[in-house]
């Protein structure tokens, strides 16, 4: 079972196609958060400033295919590429422990588990094989990380 949740960078771009899902087991969670500004929006924030993000969407518009944070585990769905479009994704985390985010398209699959202690992002090329793109990410540590995602197509 999930649910959809809106993506967490702001930007009015990233509203085209991409959808975020939550797992049931992590929602439960996140409900019981105050309305206030919690540790992992802050996190996630501090991932998001590592990419550049949302500075990337006014200097990149055409080449940048999705962009944001994560919840964890969770998914953002892009069926708006298509098979053999060639990408650059770059990830970012921040906080203690570390995150594992995985690319898949079609038959085509890469994961990087990335060290959240380091400040530094991360960045893969990767070629769709299928008509969708998913950007997963997944973490033993979920309450002390942030995420944020870039993918870019590549010229």
């Not at 992590?26 to 996190?43: D, H, I, N, T, V």
């Not at 893969?124 to 995602?149: C, H, K, M, N």
């Amino acid at each position: 079972m999930t649910g959809v949740t809106s993506a967490c960078s702001g930007s009015s771009a990233e509203s085209k196609a991409p959808q975020q899902r939550k797992t049931a087991s992590s929602s439960a969670s996140s409900a019981a958060q105050p309305a206030s500004r919690s540790g992992r929006e802050e996190l996630d924030e501090e991932a998001r400033r590592l990419l550049g993000i949302p500075d990337r969407w006014e200097a990149d518009e055409k080449g940048l295919v999705s962009s944001g944070s994560l919840a964890l585990p969770g998914e953002n769905l892009d069926e708006t590429v298509e098979p053999g479009t060639a990408l650059r994704v770059e990830v970012a985390c921040a906080g203690e422990g570390t995150v594992t985010f995985t690319v898949v398209s079609g038959t085509a699959k890469t994961a990087q588990r990335v060290d959240c202690t380091q400040p530094m992002t991360n960045g893969f090329d990767f070629t769709t094989a299928g008509s969708s793109l998913a950007i997963q990410a997944d973490s033993p540590d979920e309450q002390e990380v942030g995420t944020a995602y870039v993918v870019s197509r590549t010229t």
